[in-house]
């Protein structure tokens, strides 16, 4: 099946610093990537789609100058969370879309901002 | 109006039970349907992909109504180990719109 690995699983970073998260396809070409946030005991929340070449699309109250995506490659898609807060310690999680219009996740990134 | 409605939950059934999920979407234009397992501090996983035709994968049987715009996921002989989150997805178009999530407890 298809794989997507997500770099890095955890991270624990001051106030104020950038943190890239990289997510991966691995044995397939994604030219869709999407990008999600899910709180403690909450559901999935798409924050943006991100396709290669070009601008990603964000979902409503997603800041875009917040959350840098970059897809600049057919299996690689990256998100930088910028100035980090407390408020953006979350657990991150990508997808892709591969074959058969199935969606394969990569294993989150929990970022905890202290 | 949410693309895709799904019970919340909690539901906590006991071993060997019989569990049923159900979710609605609102978009006729949806071409595909999937029902995925979260695990606490996981990423979902695909459970299996949801045919008009109903498909079966040992103790899961997945069944979609176009007419009624609903999918279905029915547990048999629930396991210890089947306690998880369960979503519902539809794919329109470019966009996968995910359900918040049914929560299942199996209590021993």
């Known amino acids: 099946g298809a794989v997507v690995s997500q770099h890095p699983s955890r991270v624990i970073c001051k106030s104020g610093t950038s943190v890239k998260i990289e997510c991966r396809s691995l044995?397939?070409?994604?030219?869709?990537m999407f990008w999600y946030r899910q709180f403690p005991k909450k559901s999935l929340m798409l924050m943006a789609t991100?396709?290669?070449?070009?601008?990603?699309?964000?979902e409503q109250g997603v800041e875009k100058d917040k959350f840098l995506i970059n897809h600049a490659s057919l299996t690689l898609s990256t998100l930088t969370v910028t100035s980090a807060h407390p408020e953006d310690s979350s657990f991150y999680i990508c997808?892709?879309?591969?074959?058969?219009?199935?969606?394969?996740f990569g294993s989150g990134t929990q970022l905890s901002v202290l | 109006r949410k693309e895709v409605e799904q019970d919340p939950g909690p539901f906590n059934v006991p071993e060997g039970a019989t569990v049923a999920f159900n979710c609605t979407y609102s978009?006729?234009?949806?071409?595909?349907f999937f029902w995925y397992r979260q695990d606490c501090r996981k990423e979902p996983k695909l459970l299996m992909s949801v045919y008009s035709s109903g498909n079966e994968d040992g103790r899961f049987t997945a069944q979609l109504n176009r007419a009624s715009q609903y999918i279905s996921l029915l547990i048999r002989d629930s396991k210890l180990s089947d306690s998880a989150t369960y979503l519902c997805v539809a794919n329109t178009g470019n966009q996968f719109y995910f359900g918040t999530g049914t929560s299942l407890t199996v209590i021993p």
């Open positions: 997808s892709a879309r591969g074959t058969a219009e199935k969606l394969f």
């Open positions: 044995d397939f070409q994604a030219t869709t």
């Open positions: 991100s396709n290669e070449g070009s601008k990603a699309t964000y």
């Open positions: 978009n006729s234009a949806s071409q595909s």
